[in-house]
């Protein structure tokens, strides 16, 4: 038996800087893993197939406490599953004819902008190359999973990264300096396809964008400049969700409120992030939101390298 921790990521800053004749956007983003994260456990079984279970996660609450949030929306978990194609993937490879088990604890919201589909995926590409021996190097996961979904391979890779092309160029970048996060997911789910494709159409109507300054994050990074990046959070699909749920607007201007150096959502949201210089202010922050009824899910963590 193996367990994996399939952790959640953020996007410090999201631009669109083009589009695929095969319809893949062209990206540039800077990835950051959360201590937010779903647990999955992998066995051999000696009975044929592969079966997915999803226990109920009480949440977590500073990284780790549990706390009474509960998992929000619906999860299929057959064939159409991003762990079931990951798991089958790895068992043709190692040429295993028995059958798998899969638990999954599910801790990170759902339809979110947090990659919780993509981590599972990464976590059981992961896993079953441990549970089978298959011997399969990062690289070679990774070059599996950007076929499964964009943000595979960095879920593979973690921490603070650059990603570039359909989001399968990455760049390790130095960790992003102490700081506490609030993660709020407000009571919607947005998909990845809708939030892409209202861009598409902005884009396409000649209306100004405003692109994020990446290179500048970038910059301020390798120098353990916080607020060189707090400064400069933005996510380009909020052009889209945050026109179309005005929740999302609430929850960054609530957060700054209360003393967030800077808020924004995370890849197709409806999900936003405060990033704080204290836990004192993120918890305040955090009890807010909660009183405010703002928040499905609600959490206070921090970064992971």
């Known amino acids: 038996m193996i367990k994996r921790k399939a952790y959640a990521k953020v996007n ?3 631009d669109i800087v083009g589009r695929r004749p095969d319809g893949y956007h062209l990206v540039r983003m800077i990835m950051q ?5 779903d647990e999955l456990t992998f066995e051999k079984t000696d009975e044929a197939g592969i079966r997915i279970t999803m226990v109920e996660s009480k949440g977590q609450l500073n990284g780790s406490e549990e706390s009474s949030l509960k998992t929000a929306g619906g999860l299929s978990l057959g064939e159409d599953n991003l762990i079931y194609k990951a798991a089958h ?3 043709e490879k190692a040429g295993y004819k028995g059958g798998m088990d899969i638990t999954l604890s599910k801790n ?3 339809a979110a ?13 992961i896993g079953v190359n441990e549970l089978l021996g298959a011997g399969l190097s990062e690289r070679e996961l990774m070059e599996i999973g950007v076929g499964l979904g964009a943000d595979v391979p960095y879920c593979i890779m973690g921490g603070t990264a650059l990603s570039e092309g359909i989001g399968e160029i990455l760049t390790s970048l130095r960790p992003l300096p102490e700081s506490i996060f609030v993660v ?6 947005v998909s990845t396809a809708e939030a892409y494709g209202g861009f598409d159409e902005l884009f396409g109507s000649g209306e100004e964008i405003i692109h994020p300054d990446i290179d500048g994050q970038v910059e301020a990074l390798e120098s353990g400049n916080l607020k060189g990046v707090t400064d400069r959070l933005m996510n380009v699909l909020e052009y889209v969700t945050a026109e179309r749920h005005p929740e999302i607007g609430k929850l960054e201007e609530l957060m700054k409120q209360q003393g967030a150096l800077n808020a924004v959502m995370s890849g197709s949201g409806p999900t936003v992030f405060g990033i704080f210089d204290s836990r004192d202010k993120a918890e305040r922050a955090a009890s807010v939101i ?5 928040a499905a899910q609600l959490f206070i963590t921090e970064s992971v390298n």
């Open 12 to 14: 410090l800053g999201l």
């Open 33 to 37: 893993t959360l201590n937010i994260y």
């Open 89 to 91: 993937i790895i068992s």
């Open 108 to 110: 990170i919201p759902i």
């Open 113 to 125: 902008g947090m990659a919780g589909g993509s981590s599972d995926c990464a976590a059981t590409l």
């Open 184 to 189: 709020a997911k407000p009571g919607i789910s």
């Open 290 to 294: 909660n009183d405010a009824g703002l």
